[in-house]
């Protein structure tokens, strides 16, 4: 497979299955033009975050690394109009990109961001939980982190997904302690060993290149 083969098959099926929305685009627009990376899931992840949240009735979603609000957009979308997005956004520049996306698709009165680390921040949720989908895509380095929150603020059923686990397919060697990949590769060895967890993982290869995201539910 070439880059020409994958890119026409992701804009083929993109086009035929999502297609276009304005909100999700300008918020992709306003994220570019302040400069942030365009490291935003492809629009087929998001709608499949999207349709997990629909299959699963997920009521009370918990975003880990909120970057310009598409995924929360999407995600917010898949709830029930009394439901809750809470993402958590490390800088507060980039926090008040997302809220402005967010008001423009119409989805702020479901999401809640939160300002701060992760890692503070987590601790201070349980008065929200238990959420019914965990979406992990922030520092690789603190996965296994997140995914041990996933689990102590879930329930049995609570769906988790963890974006970026193949990383061009250098998830598969190992890497230096405490690098990116090395979190990566704990959090994926955690899904497997832990009992609190049952989770596979799909690879995808598309606009952002060759990637792929973990499926967990909580036991
Ligand atoms: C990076 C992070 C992401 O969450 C992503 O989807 C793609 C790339 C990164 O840090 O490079
Ligand atoms: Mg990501």
């Given amino acids: 497979p ?31 033009a302040a400069d942030l990376p365009a490291i935003e899931v492809a ?8 349709l997990l949240a629909r299959i699963s009735g997920a009521r009370r979603v918990l975003e880990i690394g909120t970057l310009g609000a598409y995924s929360t957009i999407w995600l917010a979308r898949g ?8 993402t958590i956004e490390a ?31 987590l601790p201070t949720l349980a008065g929200s ?7 992990i895509d922030a520092d690789k380095e603190s996965n296994t982190l997140y ?3 996933a689990a102590r ?35 994926l060895e955690m899904l497997g060993a832990d009992p609190r967890f049952d989770a596979t993982a799909l690879q995808t290869l598309d606009l952002k290149g060759w990637d792929g995201v973990a499926l967990a539910v909580v036991v």
Avoid: C, M
Wanted: charged share 25%.
């Fill in 147 to 149: 995914l041990d929150w």
């Fill in 91 to 121: 800088e507060p520049r980039i926090a008040a990109i997302a809220r402005a996306n967010l008001e423009r698709a119409e989805v702020a009165d479901k999401v809640e961001v939160v300002e701060g680390i992760a890692a503070d921040v």
């Fill in 2 to 32: 070439t880059p020409e083969g994958w890119l026409a098959v992701d804009a083929y099926l993109t086009e035929t299955l999502v297609g276009h929305d304005p909100a999700l685009e300008a918020a992709v627009r306003d994220q570019d």
């Fill in 79 to 86: 709830i029930p109009a009394d439901g809750r997005v809470v």
């Fill in 43 to 50: 629009p087929l992840n998001g709608k499949f975050l999207h």
């Fill in 153 to 187: 603020l879930g329930r049995p059923g609570t769906v988790v997904v963890v974006d970026n686990i193949g990383r061009a397919g250098r998830v598969a060697a190992p890497a230096d302690p405490g690098s990116q990949i090395d979190g990566v590769r704990r959090g």
């Fill in 129 to 135: 939980a238990p959420f019914d989908l965990v979406f």
